[in-house]
């Protein structure tokens, strides 16, 4: 690509001191960010009926190699870490699919059928990924969906994955943390029209994509631009420790109200020894004020809360996997990776009392 905009010799500089400061010899996040792999939609593009694109992971093949001047390499790790997409088992019973949205989706197999996990944010993309899931899996009927949390990438995709009148029939149960529906209202309906466009800004969905414009968001690669939809949970979780069966699995919740979400709750699957931590123990640092305009995030509440997930949970989980990102496997390097995610917000949390007390 031709460099008609090189990159300041200062910037060239601050991205060398990252490229020898951090530990990009690391290759783990390589190699859990494949590991498990099922099967992609290839292209990995999906439209709507009217023939628009939603969603285009395909255009950011060009995260290959070493960073160019013009981008953090730290910022171009993780894209190319994050645009990794497909179906990827986590362990027996429990598969994602990645790189199809912002988020994750997630499915757990029960004795009927599947149980879904944060339906992304399109219903083109959800459905997209239910395919793909199905095509490798068999035709499981969904009979569960679980909202962790009031964000729009956790629940807009869930007609794209089944009907008000299944969950009216009670096919279909729908389970969600205490608040839900009351922050889901308030975050895209209330202020949705300005959220929306500021996460429009945030996420950057209409930069060209490549070194000089869209190279990833961190968190995900980008928004999907589809149809958003909502149906309101059928069970609420309020307390931590509620255990929960559904369509034969075993859950156990623990509620995280005011840490990344204002309604927010991780679960356990003791029988698969894994551990969803919902957008609290991701492999990024969170704003705590977003610039789309989310809640403030509470970093001492966050940082308790992943204390008592590692007490509560910590040397069963032999696997974490969450609602962005690759999982993390072997208990140790679950306790390992929760006790950095919590240090970090503590520490942001610690050191802006301390610096601002001192003035
Ligand atoms: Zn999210």
């Given at each position: 690509m031709a460099n008609s905009n090189p990159a300041s010799s200062f910037i060239v500089e601050q991205q060398q001191a990252l490229r020898d400061r951090?530990?990009?010899?690391?290759?783990t996040d390589f190699d859990n960010a494949q590991r498990g792999l099922l099967g992609r939609l290839e292209p990995c593009q999906v439209d709507d009926a009217?023939?628009?694109?939603?969603?285009?992971?395909?255009?950011?093949?060009?995260?290959?190699g070493d960073a160019p001047d013009t981008v953090n390499p730290s910022l171009w790790r993780q894209s190319t870490l994050v645009a990794t997409d497909g179906l990827f088992e986590v362990v027996e019973g429990i598969y994602q699919v990645r790189g199809l949205d912002l988020s994750n989706i997630s499915f757990i197999e029960g004795e009927r059928g599947v149980i879904i996990i944060d339906p992304l944010i399109s219903t083109e993309t959800a459905a997209a990924a239910l395919a793909l899931y199905r095509e490798h899996r068999g035709d499981r009927p969904v009979t569960g969906v679980i909202y962790?949390?009031?964000?729009?990438?956790?629940?807009?995709?869930v007609k794209g994955v089944t009907t008000q009148e299944d969950v009216d029939a009670g096919r279909v149960v729908v389970l969600a943390p205490e608040g839900f529906v009351e922050h889901a209202v308030s975050e895209n309906v209330y202020a949705g029209t300005a959220m929306g466009r500021r996460a429009g800004y945030m996420y950057g969905a209409a930069l060209d994509r490549g070194p000089q414009g869209a190279v990833g968001a961190g968190l995900g690669q980008t928004t999907s631009t589809g149809a958003v939809t909502l149906i309101a949970p059928t069970l609420e979780i309020t307390k931590t420790g509620q255990e929960e069966v559904v369509d034969g699995v075993r859950i156990v919740f623990q509620m995280a109200p005011n840490?990344?979400?204002p309604a927010e709750m991780l679960f356990y699957f003791p029988d698969h020894k894994a551990l969803c931590a919902a957008e609290d123990a991701t492999h990024t640092l969170h704003n705590l004020l977003t610039l789309r305009g989310a809640v403030v995030r509470d970093p001492h509440a966050w940082s308790n809360y992943l204390t008592e997930t590692i007490d509560l949970f910590g040397g069963k989980a032999e696997a974490v996997f969450a609602s962005h990102h690759w999982p993390t496997w072997g208990a140790e390097r679950v306790v390992d990776f929760l006790t950095t995610q919590r240090d970090l917000y503590a520490y942001l949390h610690d050191q802006t009392l301390r610096m601002l007390n001192k003035g």
């Open positions: 951090l530990p990009f010899s690391d290759t009217d023939g628009n694109s939603v969603w285009d992971n395909a255009s950011y093949a060009f995260l290959q962790t949390h009031c964000h729009v990438d956790h629940f807009g995709g840490t990344e979400a």
